[in-house]
């Protein structure tokens, strides 16, 4: 795998990502390599010989190179290297990585089950108790076809009798929990209350927010909040 600095996807992740969709194929061995080498004002046999050359210097001989591409048969000229082009019309795949980043609801078949909850869009319902999150959760997720986090205070909390081992045990659980649906989601997942919640019960029951509900709250990040009240 290659990389740029103005790579819109973190390429740490893309690398997990390759890693764990090959993790049960010993035989395959995942690379990274960062592209700050090319030079696209070249004539492209020029241009992919300087890929070449990047690629002895880091990798062992290349014998095959599989692409889609158009830049594949020269790249493999300079490599030294068979070409096997695979579907370079898109006809039996028809999609590509940037068609994905657009617009990943639409290719989502394509998408690896890995790969997946980065796209999945998080929609969290907060406000005041007993003014419907629960039941808007769960209906959503019906009507989508897809997951959604309970909140998990109410699982462990049976009164306001709370300590902030309490807070920090619920904020934790919470984090988990979405983390653990967005995994299995189909596209979105609907969200029983969220962080700021807490951090709110925490200040009004306890005088105090403990940092890791701050650090826990960084991990999350909600694409649309919809707030609830009781008129």
């Not at 019309?89 to 590509?96: D, L």
């Not at 657009?102 to 005041?128: A, M």
């Not at 709370?162 to 979405?178: K, Y």
């Not at 701050?214 to 008129?231: A, G, Q, R, V």
């Amino acid at each position: 795998m290659s990389f740029t600095p103005a790579d819109e996807i973190d390429p740490a992740v893309r690398f997990k990502w390759i890693k764990e969709i090959f993790k049960n194929q010993p035989n395959i061995k995942p690379a990274i390599i960062t592209d700050d080498f090319d030079d696209e004002s070249l004539p492209l046999n020029e241009r992919t010989n300087i890929w070449a050359i990047k690629m002895r210097e880091v990798y062992s001989k290349i014998d095959i190179l599989f692409s889609s591409e158009f830049y594949g048969e020269p790249f493999a000229f300079n490599l030294d290297a068979e070409h096997i082009l695979f579907d370079e019309p898109r006809k039996f795949i028809p999609v590509s990585a940037t068609l994905i980043r657009t617009k990943p609801f639409q290719y989502w078949e394509f998408i690896p089950k890995e790969v997946r909850p980065y796209f999945v869009k998080k929609i969290c319902f907060y406000g005041p108790e007993s003014t419907g999150k629960s039941t808007m959760a769960e209906k959503m997720a019906l009507h989508y076809q897809t997951t959604f986090a309970p909140e998990v205070a109410r699982e462990l909390i049976s009164s306001n009798d709370i300590t902030i081992d309490d807070i920090i045990e619920i904020g934790t659980a919470q984090t988990e929990r979405v983390k653990e649906k967005t995994i299995s989601a189909n596209k979105v997942v609907f969200c029983d209350t969220d962080l700021i919640t807490t951090k709110i019960y925490s200040q009004y029951y306890l005088n105090e927010v403990p940092q890791i509900l701050n650090d826990l709250e960084n991990e999350i990040c909600y694409d649309l909040y919809l707030l609830l009240i009781l008129m």
